[in-house]
């Protein structure tokens, strides 16, 4: 029997450090970590958001959790690229990490703008980078108009972030 290196969620947060593990998100067309990708049983998918919770709560880099996740896909869909840190590595075990990564910086911004009385809104924006026709619903969120001007959300109105994965 190995030891698991990442300790239980709960630990952190009695210090204070809170951290929603992927598993719990969804886009709207209800994607989640793909059973067809990830060997997703229950021991598996809690060893994975541990190893998420602790590595994203510890700023590690995305490539190098990537480097920590490719033990849990399954062999046939372990595929190697070089792109983007220009090292050899698994697409589907970086984007995890990336997405992640961002999933966590978009809550904190939120709970950072909650706590400030004087932030009414959250803009949506695109990023350069955006696909137009893209299958998700940012270019609808970042028209959306609440009053405060287009693609800005009302406290407690903003859409689940990120909307899709990268």
């Not at 630990?11 to 067809?36: E, K, Q, S």
């Not at 693609?151 to 109105?157: A, C, E, S, T």
Request: hydrophobic fraction near 35%; glycine fraction near 8%.
């Amino acid at each position: 029997m190995t030891l698991d290196p990442y300790p239980d969620p709960w630990l952190l947060a009695r210090r204070g450090v809170i951290y929603d593990a992927l598993h719990l998100f969804a886009n709207p067309n209800g994607y989640r970590l793909a059973d067809n990708v990830w060997r997703a049983d229950t021991a598996t998918r809690a060893a994975i958001d541990r190893l998420l919770t602790y590595e994203v709560q510890h700023g590690t880099a995305a490539v190098d959790i990537a480097k920590r996740l490719t033990q849990y896909l399954k062999p046939e869909t372990a595929r190697q690229t070089k792109k983007p840190y220009g090292t050899w590595g698994s697409y589907e075990a970086r984007r995890l990490a990336r997405t992640e990564i961002t999933a966590a910086a978009g809550r904190a911004t939120l709970a950072a703008g909650d706590a400030n009385p004087f932030v009414i809104g959250y803009g949506w924006r695109l990023s350069l980078s955006h696909p137009d026709g893209e299958d998700c619903n940012c270019e609808a969120y970042s028209l959306h108009d609440e009053g405060l001007g287009p693609g800005v959300f009302k406290r407690g109105n903003v859409p689940s972030y990120p909307d899709h994965p990268h």
